[in-house]
């Protein structure tokens, strides 16, 4: 192996000064994710695994490690909202990552408002650019190489309502620019924001 590349087994330990996995896969979108109770106990959270998986139904999903009030919350009432999180809401969003009880509810810790949803119960952040009501499709607990059921959980939901705020559709097209998404971009407290963008077509078939 050439010396100008560091290699380790992750079951061996990566022996450095912190583990690089979330510095390597990155950046990546937030799963801001708003769920509520049966009862109607709402909860605002954003996780730091999410992604898009399909179209044409639209899947987006997210992971959560640990056992937390989304995953109870989507298995009682099985409808989640995800928020764009961007950089004029990156301090709310902070806020709503609090390891708070379950009776807090995070919109109001974090200031900000509470919009109904239109095909879901789930409420979404107002002031977000834009939001997609989903519902839940399934929950997987994830297995690692050896079978064993690990403390991570799965949640993939098809999106059946999209909310965008007119001022940041230009031409008809969704800005992303201008709506200014943050990312999760390494380490316990680093972020990332969109800078410079290009396009490049696909080749044709």
Same mark, same amino acid.
């Given at each position: 192996?050439?010396? =100008?590349?560091?290699?380790? =087994?992750? %079951?061996?330990?990566?022996? !450095?000064?912190? =583990?690089? &996995?979330?510095?390597?896969?990155?950046?990546? !979108?937030?799963?801001?994710?708003?769920?509520?109770?049966?009862?109607?106990?709402? *909860?605002?959270?954003?996780?730091?695994?999410?992604?898009?998986?399909?179209? &044409?139904?639209?899947?987006?999903? &997210?992971?959560? #490690?640990?056992?937390?009030?989304?995953?109870?919350?989507?298995?009682?009432?099985? #409808?989640?909202?995800? *928020? @764009?999180?961007?950089?004029?809401?990156?301090?709310?969003? *902070?806020?709503?990552? %609090?390891?708070? $009880?379950?009776?807090?509810?995070?919109?109001?810790?974090?200031? @900000?408002?509470?919009?109904?949803?239109?095909?879901?119960?789930?409420?979404?952040?107002?002031?977000?650019?834009?939001? @997609? #009501?989903?519902?839940?499709?399934?929950?997987?607990?994830?297995?690692?190489?050896?079978?064993?059921?690990?403390?991570?959980?799965?949640?993939?939901?098809?999106?059946?309502?999209?909310?965008?705020?007119? $001022?940041?559709?230009?031409?008809?097209?969704? =800005?992303?620019?201008? %709506?200014?998404?943050?990312?999760?971009?390494?380490?316990?407290?680093?972020?990332?924001?969109?800078? #410079?963008? &290009?396009?490049?077509?696909?080749?044709?078939?």
């Amino acid at each position: 192996m050439s010396d =100008d590349v560091y290699f380790y =087994d992750p %079951a061996a330990g990566h022996g !450095l000064p912190h =583990d690089p &996995f979330k510095a390597i896969v990155a950046p990546r !979108l937030i799963g801001w994710v708003s769920t509520c109770s049966a009862s109607g106990r709402l *909860n605002l959270a954003p996780y730091s695994f999410f992604g898009a998986f399909a179209t &044409f139904p639209s899947i987006i999903g &997210f992971s959560s #490690e640990g056992r937390k009030d989304s995953i109870r919350n989507l298995e009682e009432t099985r #409808e989640f909202v995800w *928020n @764009l999180s961007t950089r004029p809401l990156a301090e709310q969003m *902070n806020r709503t990552s %609090a390891p708070v $009880a379950p009776e807090v509810d995070e919109f109001a810790l974090s200031g @900000l408002t509470p919009v109904a949803g239109r095909n879901v119960a789930v409420p979404h952040v107002g002031e977000s650019p834009a939001a @997609l #009501e989903c519902k839940l499709l399934q929950i997987v607990q994830l297995h690692d190489l050896n079978g064993t059921p690990m403390d991570n959980w799965l949640a993939l939901g098809q999106v059946v309502g999209v909310h965008i705020q007119k $001022a940041y559709l230009k031409d008809g097209l969704f =800005d992303t620019h201008a %709506a200014q998404p943050i990312m999760r971009a390494g380490y316990r407290a680093d972020y990332a924001q969109i800078g #410079e963008m &290009f396009q490049m077509i696909r080749p044709a078939s």
